[in-house]
């Protein structure tokens, strides 16, 4: 018994050498940047915090470009403002592949335009800017749209009677209808059943991607996958908004006019049938489901979370609201996009609210499109890249005082705006969000007009709000709380 015993133990012993070998190795493959040692199977996991997967990165001590192997899998972490430039900017086409979350991006195969690569993604991508463009994109006609759904908005904000509520729905039905009125060429009433259950599902998805069971899921998925329990939600919840995708798309093809498309799932649907005999297109239904994922989750759930934590700022520092917007704008005519140019301190605050409440902190994961030199390393072909939006944002060499909430960084000295290079809320270089131009513009007439008719409060005093947030690891969400609104 004690031979089979020390047999046993023998094996295991060599296995252990045999697979720290196997680390070693395939860590030397290329001269990657230093990082803490790996142990087998495990990599690093052992030493991040899973509640919060960017303070582990953030302290590591390894300088701005190091590496972690999260489960099997490298990943090259770039840290500070420099870094994420030469990277994202000065390098951009190698930089320019796109890695796999596993627990969000295995719903989309490949497809898509966000977790796409190849010429794929570079068809997807650039049809679906040209038909954003054409539909309005950073146009008059998207503007009306979005100028009416924050009237809408008004509306149901009325109707607390200054009571206190938590806006978190009001806000994601309101930016969700945008949406809406580009993929399916109308909005929703906000007590439409359908629309209130799309929009749960894509704020609990949201959610779940930070969660630590999702993060156990990204670092070991060929485990898990085979596991039920929690860490599957997030899939439940993409099947069912794919499901409703999937009925939208049924109900226009049923009615589509091949020669006057009227929202970008027509325009989809007409590519497909020009690119029919083509064999190789990427025009699929499979491509338009993802694509049209993609545009409602990035098109939703960023953007409501991002007014959301603005509220809640401007809660805690009531001192900066409706600034100007009685001098440029006045009661009498709904804010435009033009007003933004002359309105320095808003968009100064605006600017600040993206940079201070860094949604999105580690942004999603690049990959290497060949084998790539960098600040004297050599990283392979498909290695993992992961740039830091939060060691931009409050890189202590590009932002006095970053953990201070401070319009006034976006101000020089005669009040005028002024742009800071480190501040990258919708990342940089190739895989820059394509929705970038409809973002800025949502949030600034959204914050005006509710701005212009309201002045917010809130049931507890300023100083006892947290702006911590409720979940910080791929994204950040913003603790829940209690808004109060008074006509003004």
């Not at 994601?172 to 580009?182: D, E, F, G, H």
């Not at 001098?327 to 808003?346: K, L, N, S």
């Amino acid at each position: 018994m004690e031979l089979v015993s020390a047999s046993l133990l023998l094996l295991l012993c060599l296995c252990c050498i045999l697979l720290a070998l196997a680390w070693k190795s395939q860590n030397q493959q290329g001269q990657l940047p230093p990082g803490p040692t790996p142990l087998p199977l495990l990599g690093n996991f052992l030493q991040l915090d899973r509640t919060n997967v960017i303070r582990s990165l953030e302290k590591d001590t390894y300088g701005p470009v190091f590496t972690v192997n999260l489960g099997s899998r490298r990943v090259v972490v770039l840290c500070g403002y420099q870094a994420v430039k030469e990277a994202l900017v000065d390098q951009a086409e190698e930089f320019s592949g796109r890695g796999d979350i596993p627990a969000f991006s295995k719903d989309f195969n490949g497809h898509g335009v966000v977790f796409a690569n190849g010429e794929r993604w570079r068809q997807l991508r650039r049809f679906s800017l040209t038909t954003l463009r054409n539909f309005g994109m950073g146009k008059r006609s998207i503007e009306e749209r979005i100028q009416e759904e924050a009237q809408c908005l008004v509306e149901e904000f009325q109707k607390t009677q200054g009571a206190p509520f938590d806006p978190i729905f009001n806000l994601s039905r309101a930016v969700s209808n945008i949406i809406c009125s580009i993929v399916f060429g109308n909005r929703f009433d906000y007590e439409d059943e359908k629309f209130i259950a799309l929009n749960k599902l894509i704020f609990k998805r949201f959610r779940f991607a930070g969660l630590t069971s999702a993060q156990l899921y990204n670092t070991f998925p060929g485990i898990l996958e085979k596991i039920p329990g929690p860490h599957q939600t997030g899939s439940k919840c993409s099947q069912e908004i794919i499901s409703f995708i999937l009925e939208r798309i049924k109900l226009q093809q049923a009615t589509l006019d091949l020669n006057a498309p009227q929202n970008f799932i027509d325009c989809f649907l007409v590519k497909m049938e020009q690119e029919k005999q083509n064999p190789a297109t990427e025009f699929s239904l499979e491509n338009l489901v993802m694509a049209t994922f993609n545009l409602f989750f990035a098109g939703t759930e960023t953007i409501s979370t991002t007014l959301r934590y603005g509220f809640l700022i401007l809660l805690k520092y009531p001192q900066v609201q409706g600034k100007e917007i009685d001098v440029v704008i006045g009661r009498d005519r709904a804010p435009t996009a033009e007003d933004r140019g002359r309105m320095p301190y808003t968009d100064a605050t605006l600017h600040e609210i993206q940079r201070f409440s860094d949604i999105l902190p580690m942004s999603l994961p690049h990959t290497v499109t060949r084998d790539t030199r960098f600040r004297g390393y050599l990283i392979p072909q498909g290695t993992y890249v992961y740039p830091l939006l939060s060691t931009v944002h409050f890189d202590p060499e590009e932002h006095k005082d970053p953990e201070t909430f401070a319009p006034e960084r976006f101000l020089n000295e005669n009040g005028s705006f002024r742009k800071q290079n480190a501040f990258l809320p919708f990342s940089a270089g190739k895989r820059v969000c394509l929705g970038e131009g409809l973002a800025r513009m949502e949030l600034f007439l959204f914050f005006t007009t509710i701005l212009q008719h309201f002045t917010l409060s809130s049931p507890v005093d300023p100083q006892q709000l947290s702006l911590a947030p409720e979940v910080s690891n791929l994204g950040k969400v913003p603790p829940r709380y209690q808004l109060c609104l008074r006509q003004r």
